[in-house]
C-alpha cells in the first residue's frame, strides 16, 4: 500500500507479471501514473496453473482490476508475454479454452474505462512486475513453512 492509494488519476500505466510455480503461481503488478511515478505495487497468490500463458492472463486480470481502485479513464498496460498482449490487441486469435475465458475476463475489465492500450515490453522492462510475483511466491512460501512449525515444534518437556 502506498501513500496515494485514495488518489484518482486520469491516466495510469499497468505493469503485470506472473511467477509460474508447480504449488503456485505469483502475480504481480506495478501502477505508475501518468508521469511515471510508482504510485503502487500489488501481488497476490494464486493456485498453480498449467502454464504461463494462463498465468500471464491472471496477472493482466489482477492488474485491470487494481487500476479500478484509481478511478482512472485511460489505462495503459504493459507485459512481457507477447501471446496475452497480441490477443487483448486482437492481432492473435484465442484458441485454448481456458484461455478464452481469461480473454474475456480481461475483455469485460477492460470495457470499464474509456481507454485501455496493451503494449509488449521486454522482461528487463518488466523486473518490478516480476519481483512483485516472485515476491507473492516466497511470502506463500514462508507462511507455509510457518504453518508446519507450528504443527512440529516439541515443548520443553513434552519428550
Known amino acids: 500500500m502506498t501513500r496515494n492509494e485514495n488518489m484518482k488519476h ?3 500505466q499497468v505493469y503485470s507479471d506472473a511467477a509460474v510455480y508447480p ?3 505469483g502475480l504481480g503488478v506495478v501502477i505508475k501514473d501518468g508521469a511515471g511515478n510508482i504510485i503502487a505495487w500489488r501481488h497476490q497468490v494464486m493456485r498453480a496453473v498449467r ?3 494462463e498465468a500471464e492472463y491472471h496477472a493482466l486480470i489482477f492488474a485491470l482490476e487494481q487500476a479500478q481502485t484509481f478511478s482512472s479513464q485511460f ?3 504493459f507485459s512481457d508475454n507477447k501471446l496475452v498482449i497480441e490477443q487483448m490487441r486482437g492481432y492473435y486469435r484465442v484458441h485454448d479454452e481456458t484461455l478464452r475465458n481469461l480473454h474475456q475476463r480481461a ?3 477492460r470495457d470499464r474505462f474509456e481507454r485501455v492500450t496493451f503494449n509488449h515490453i521486454s522482461r528487463e522492462r518488466n523486473g518490478l512486475a516480476d519481483a512483485m510475483a516472485e515476491e507473492a511466491i516466497q511470502q506463500a512460501r514462508e507462511r507455509a513453512d510457518a504453518k508446519k512449525g507450528e ?3 516439541v515443548r520443553r ?3
Open 10 to 12: 486520469k491516466k495510469i
Open 75 to 77: 489505462v495503459d498496460c
Open 23 to 25: 504449488h503456485a503461481t
Open 151 to 153: 504443527h512440529t515444534h
Open 51 to 53: 502454464g504461463s500463458n
Open 107 to 109: 475483455q469485460n475489465l
Open 157 to 159: 518437556g513434552q519428550l
